[in-house]
Each structure stands twice: as C-alpha cells, then as structure tokens.
C-alpha cells in the first residue's frame, strides 16, 4: 500500500494550492479518507496529527477543522483513486505537512487511519 502526496509549495499569504494524494495497494473509495496536519504532541508525547479534512467512508459526508471551513475543499477521484485538497485563500498559519491517510474508521482521529502518506510541505509567507 502507498498514499504519495504532491502540490505543496511556497505560496503568499492569500494565495492557492491544491494537494494531491493517489494510492496504490488500496481502494480509497472503500475508506474513509482524510487529510491531516501535525498537531501537539499527546499526554505520551506522541506526535498526534490534526484531521484538517476528511471523508467519512460510510455516510460520504465531508468533514472540515473550523478553521479551514469556507476555504479549504476536499474531494475524490474514484476512477483515479485519488483525493484533493483545495486550499484557498491560505494564511501563514496553515504552514505545515500536510499528509494524506484512508482507514476503516470513519472519525477525526489519527488513530484510525491505517495508510498514510509521507505528507507534502506546505509554506505560507505573509
């Protein structure tokens, strides 16, 4: 199984990107997909990752962090077994790796997630 992400980059604040992820060993559209950031380390400190987006497998419904709704669009391929994030309208504080992942679980949690990309860069100057 293989997540690979690619469309991340430098951009200005205010400015777009679209993330890519396709997979290969794994049928995306029998998961529930998502993409995620890192976030603070857990009570263990172990690095934890935020569901900065994701499609629930079961139901179809899309999910977004508060934070990105209104200007962040995640969608999916089927044919091409692949899933997007649009990022519009970014800001300095959505700098980060942004990785791609699909599990069984159908929830916000990392935990849940079997596959997982290595993530691609994303860097927001002001």
């Known amino acids: 199984v293989q997540l690979v992400e690619s469309g991340g980059g430098l951009v200005q604040a205010g400015g777009s990107l679209r993330l890519s992820c396709v997979a290969s060993g794994v049928t995306l559209d029998d998961h529930t997909i998502g993409w995620f950031r890192e976030g603070p380390p857990n009570e263990r400190g172990r690095v934890s990752y935020?569901?900065?987006?994701?499609?629930?497998?079961?139901?179809?419904?899309?999910h977004y962090l508060d934070s990105v709704k209104g200007r962040f669009t995640m969608s999916s391929d089927k044919a091409k077994n692949m899933m997007y994030l649009q990022m519009n309208g970014l800001v300095p504080e959505d700098s980060d790796v942004y990785r791609c992942?699909?599990?069984?679980?159908?929830?916000?949690?990392?935990?849940?997630?079997?596959?997982w990309g290595q993530g691609t860069q994303v860097t927001v100057s002001s």
């Open positions: 992942a699909a599990g069984f679980g159908g929830s916000v949690y990392d935990y849940e997630y079997d596959y």
């Open positions: 935020i569901a900065v987006a994701y499609i629930n497998g079961s139901d179809g419904s899309t």
